[in-house]
């Protein structure tokens, strides 16, 4: 069974860190492209960072740039977004998704909220 898990979030303080995670279980992550999107309240899904499957290539979404870094670990199949420097407007739900390319979504995670705020 193909199945992506979140885990990493939570509430930080402006300014502060946090690392997600997604873990792949029932495919290897290595050929896929992997991708986290977020999504605020009220507001339409967006695309974050991407990392390729072959070459692993990173792309990030001008919001982020500078303050995120992803990463995968294939002897872990597990892939991270490394989130510095926490803005307010950074506060979503926080979703990977797997696919042959980047911001392709052929599965997906369930999903982990980040909540940045004092």
């Known amino acids: 069974q193909v199945r992506l898990v979140e885990s990493g979030g939570g509430l930080v303080q402006p300014g502060g860190s946090l690392r997600l995670s997604c873990a792949a279980s029932g495919f290897t992550l290595d050929y896929y492209a992997i991708s986290w999107f977020r999504q605020a309240p009220g507001k339409e899904r967006e695309g974050v960072s991407c990392?390729?499957?072959?070459?692993?290539?990173?792309y990030y979404a001008d919001s982020v740039k500078g303050r995120f870094t992803i990463s995968r670990d294939n002897a872990k199949n597990t892939v991270y977004l490394q989130m510095n420097s926490l803005k307010s407007e950074d506060t979503a739900v926080y979703y990977c998704?797997?696919?042959?390319?980047?911001?392709?979504?052929?599965?997906w995670g369930q999903g982990t909220q980040v909540t940045v705020s004092s």
């Open positions: 990392i390729s499957g072959i070459g692993g290539s990173a």
């Open positions: 998704a797997a696919a042959e390319r980047c911001w392709d979504h052929d599965y």
